[in-house]
């Protein structure tokens, strides 16, 4: 009962907001729809570009400032060449910076600022592994402080212990009873609203998948 | 996420109907345009949009864009790209069609425009364009986690292996200066016997980045002739944490403690070459082989949103007993001993003041002393320096940044000598003052120039001087760039002829570089010529050594060469190596020289081959390092032609090997010199001669041809996956 209630609130929460910002939620909508249609780095700056015209239309807004460093955080990853993957980097670094400073309590601000962390690191890991794992394991610390049940959170953990483990000579296999108890409960976390951050599930998919 | 953003959707579609019901009231105005770069080149990818409005679209892969509008009335067009300076245009939204054709200006940006590289190589990992990194710096196979090791792999280095100091582009090794944070370090090297090699004080690990410039640096840099070494200390460590290292040769242990936006570090490390000495052949005899004990505390703590504070203070003690052979007594052995006990404090502020400026302030202090006993004589000999130092900087726009600042240079020096018969007492007190200022100007992302000057006046020598520096660089293509710098570089004359005479100027040496470097690909390739002319020089005129008339300004000299640096991180999966080449001319009449001669610290050509490799499925990281330099001159008394004699060519073929055994633990060994080659530092000879008239002598070795040494290093911290795997991959 107790959850119908809540459920109901986050509803009708959401639907205010929503009466009150018809063409913002629907702008989000409709871009966050394509998403899944995106699929290479002239895909996914033209996403971006949609967030960042939302984000300079609703200066009070953090998930555009959000999605739009995602999509950034994406395009570095699918990019070869060094140098552009950190200046993809950097867009997304500002975006996240004008986030955190809006919303410095919310734990997935902090998720992507560890995401974005793993981007950095990944451009160059023998230079930059020690000092980016270690910033990176901070903003998924600060993730987990403010939201312990936040699975994004959880599964970057996850993502990165087994990755260290690999390095290290541990068995990354180590990680995979979490890994399948992240995944089991992943749908009992709600966002607070349908625009709000919900990836990641996939990939938890793909790590229960590499454990088999 | 699907079936959620549907259930949304069906809900915005509900509330948009009302809102699209709205708008068709409306006209539609199309908005279309071609975005290029200045030459006309298609921008794909650029976001066109009103501004305050969810009416926009990206370019196509031919740079035109086109969308629809119902908005009317006055509207503002923002055309965006990552790189370039926005498009930004009032428009009146009539309901017709509108075109454009948009140049978009390239954005300035500092880190991506040309940066000064003549005579300059910066570790860092910021900037892809960087030719070595502050891992590099502790990698390289040979250095033995020394800074200056690792410094003589690159080019424009010579190798003096009964030295250890860094000789550079032709310069003595007195020329060279250590700045840490900005601050002076006045005795960077530890203290070691007559003609054995000795290493840097600091620990590489404390630095995150380094900046290695060999010529024609900066007006903010005086005092140094040849080149400047400035370390910058990592910022705020990450966790908690307790790093213990077991050496053969000692033990150290450092641990890191973190409050809120601060930190504290403490090291302790002993270290004993006894049980090593006496495993490993050693070509000299010491009666107590080298022990030291070092301690140093480093506190870091944010005073702001900007601002930073560091501060390092560190204690060293150390000595040894080594047996020579005595060349004035018929080679008879005598014990040269040493005490050192070595005092440095470090503090840094800098922080962005109200406005645009910027502040650095640097302090440092140093207490140095020296206690050697040999043959019945003791010296004491105490250094005790202090730097200060501010720099302000503003930038009137992002393309012209003006800096300026003064410095203080404080040194005593005083030296008691004491034999059998007589005692000497010498000492000098120098204070150096100094201004510069220096504007960077940016004609755009592909030129820049930087002009400054520098003032500095001694109080001991009452001298003025002025030196003009002057440098530019210009971008070929994205990848490739020329530079060059000019300037006059004035340093005082050594302590050891201060002590005796106040008559001197300071010595010049005035540098022109001029270099290109192309990096493609993970590639570097960089060449850089140059000349230095200098003047002024100390020479002694042959008089007794304690008069202060025995020493003039008359010397002079030159140095002229090539050095070529390759690094290639590509070609060789997980391998990569670098070449570095440099090739000297020299010559100088300085000192106590007769004419003009090359100088024994000065090799034509030197050679060094670094390669690294990672082995995954090994954990392992392998290294080799191989170094020549040509043969060198020395003097032999007993010939008529001075500097005449040539010393075996310098070849060492260095390993290591270092092993992540678990996650915190690391495990390394390395060797030096692994083929064994003969290296030789020419002869020491008698200060007089025997009864036949010759000057007895004997060859000058390395403490041992080879060196090898086997250690562990652990971390360990709350989360336990951190290891030191920066140390020594």
């Known amino acids: 009962m107790k959850k119908i209630i809540l459920s109901f609130a986050v509803v009708l929460v959401s639907l205010v907001s929503m009466a009150q910002k018809p063409e913002y939620y629907q702008a989000m909508g409709e871009t966050l729809g394509q998403f899944g249609t995106s699929k290479d ?44 993957k950190d200046s993809y980097l950097d867009v997304a670094e500002k975006s996240i910076t004008s986030m955190l400073e809006m919303v410095p309590a919310e734990s997935e601000a902090f998720v992507l600022q560890a995401f974005y962390l793993v981007g950095r690191l990944v451009v160059n890991p023998m230079e930059r592994g020690q000092e980016y794992s270690g910033l990176s394991g901070q903003a998924l610390g600060k993730a987990l402080a403010l939201d312990v049940s936040n699975p994004r959170a959880k599964m970057l953990k996850i993502q990165m212990d087994m990755g260290s483990a690999q390095f290290t000579g541990q068995d990354p296999k180590s990680f995979c009873p979490a890994a399948k108890e992240l995944l089991a409960n992943w749908d009992n976390f709600k966002p607070k609203s349908p625009i709000h951050p919900n990836w990641g599930k996939d990939q938890a998919e793909g790590i229960v998948k590499g454990c088999e | 996420m699907k079936p959620e953003v549907l259930k949304a959707m069906r809900l915005f579609i509900l509330f948009s109907l009302f809102f699209l019901f709205l708008t068709n009231a409306f006209s539609q105005t199309v908005i279309t345009g071609k975005v290029t770069e200045e030459k006309g080149e298609p921008l794909p990818g650029a976001n066109a949009y009103l501004q305050g409005t969810y009416d926009g679209a990206s370019s196509g892969e031919n740079g035109v864009f086109k969308f629809k509008t119902a908005k009317s009335g006055t509207q503002v067009l923002k055309v965006e790209f990552m790189g370039y300076e926005p498009f930004i245009q009032n428009l009146d939204l009539k309901g017709d069609t509108i ?329 000098f007190i120098n204070h150096t003052f100094s201004g510069f200022t220096e504007a960077q100007i940016y004609a755009s992302t592909k030129f820049v120039t930087r002009i400054g000057g520098r003032v500095e006046y001694s109080d001991y020598l009452n001298r003025f001087t002025l030196s003009p520096r002057f440098s530019a660089a210009y971008k070929i293509t994205d990848k490739s760039q020329f530079s060059a710098a000019y300037g006059w570089f004035y340093q005082n004359p050594v302590d050891d002829y201060l002590l005796y005479t106040d008559l001197l100027k300071p010595e010049r040496a005035d540098h022109y570089t001029f270099s290109f470097q192309s990096s493609v690909n993970s590639r570097t390739i960089r060449a850089e010529l140059y000349y230095k002319d200098y003047k002024d020089l100390v020479k002694l005129t042959g008089g007794e050594f304690y008069l202060p008339t025995s020493y003039n300004n008359s010397g002079s000299g030159y140095a002229k060469g090539l050095d070529v640096f390759w690094r290639d991180k590509k070609t060789i999966k997980n391998g990569d190596y670098w070449v570095s080449y440099s090739y000297l001319d020299t010559k100088r009449d300085y000192r106590n020289f007769p004419e003009e001669a090359i100088p024994t610290f000065a090799s034509k050509h030197n050679l060094s081959v670094v390669y690294k490799h990672w082995f995954g499925n090994l954990r392992s990281m392998a290294g080799a390092n191989f170094r020549y330099s040509s043969p060198r001159v020395y003097n032999n008394p007993n010939s008529p032609v001075f500097n005449g004699e040539k010393m075996l060519a310098y070849r060492s073929l260095d390993l290591s090997w270092s092993f992540l055994y678990r996650q915190h633990i690391i495990l390394y060994a390395a060797a030096t010199n692994v083929l064994n080659f003969k290296n030789e530092f020419g002869q020491r000879y008698s200060n007089t001669p025997d009864v036949n008239g010759r000057y007895p002598g004997a060859a000058i070795q390395p403490g041992s041809n080879q060196f090898y040494v086997v250690g562990c290093f652990i971390t360990l911290t709350r989360k336990g996956n951190a290891n030191q795997l920066d140390k020594i991959e």
């Open chain 1, 41 to 84: 780095v002239a895909d996914f700056q033209a996403l971006g570009n949609k967030f960042q015209m939302i984000a300079a239309a609703e200066k009070s807004e953090w998930l555009p400032l959000y999605y739009h460093a995602q999509c950034y955080i994406l395009m570095s990853f699918m990019e070869q060449d060094a140098a552009k």
């Open chain 2, 99 to 427: 075109r454009f054709n948009i140049k978009l200006k390239e954005a300035f940006n500092q880190l991506n425009a040309v940066t000064i590289t003549a005579g300059t190589f910066e570790a860092s990992d910021k900037k892809q364009a960087v030719t070595i990194t502050p891992i590099d710096m502790v990698t390289t196979a040979g250095a033995a986690g020394d800074v200056y090791g690792a410094l003589q792999s690159l080019p424009g280095t010579t190798v003096n292996g009964e030295s250890g100091r860094l000789f550079v582009k032709g310069g003595d090794s007195e020329e060279s200066q250590t700045y840490i944070d900005g601050s002076l370090v006045s005795v960077p090297y530890n203290s070691s016997a007559p003609n054995q090699a000795t290493r840097g004080r600091f620990n590489p690990f404390m630095f995150k980045g380094t900046i290695f410039s060999t010529g024609g640096y900066s007006a903010e840099y005086g005092q140094a002739l040849s080149s400047v070494l400035l370390l910058n200390t990592n910022d705020m460590p990450a966790e908690d944490q307790l790093d213990l290292s077991i050496l053969m040769v000692g033990l150290e242990i450092a641990g890191t403690k973190l409050w809120k936006n601060g930190a504290v570090t403490g090291t302790l490390s002993y270290n004993n070459l006894q049980p090593y000495m006496s495993l490993a052949p050693q070509n000299y005899d010491w009666a107590k082989a080298p022990e030291s004990v070092n301690g140093a505390v480093s506190v870091r703590q944010k005073t702001s949103k900007t601002g930073m504070f560091k501060f390092y203070s560190s204690f060293d003690k150390g000595g040894f007993k080594l047996c020579q052979q005595n060349l004035d007594a018929g080679g008879t052995p005598i014990d040269y001993q040493l005490t050192n006990g070595n005092q440095f404090l470090n503090a840094s502020w800098n922080d962005k003041l109200g406005g645009k400026w910027a502040v650095s302030n640097a302090a440092s202090f140093t207490n140095n002393a020296d206690d050697i006993l040999f043959d019945q004589t003791s010296v004491a000999k105490q250094i005790q320096g202090a730097h200060l130092k501010s720099v302000f900087s503003y930038p009137f726009s992002e393309k012209f940044i003006l800096k300026m600042g003064g410095e203080l240079f404080s040194k005593k020096f005083s030296q008691n000598v004491k034999m059998p018969n007589e005692t000497h007492n010498n000492s």
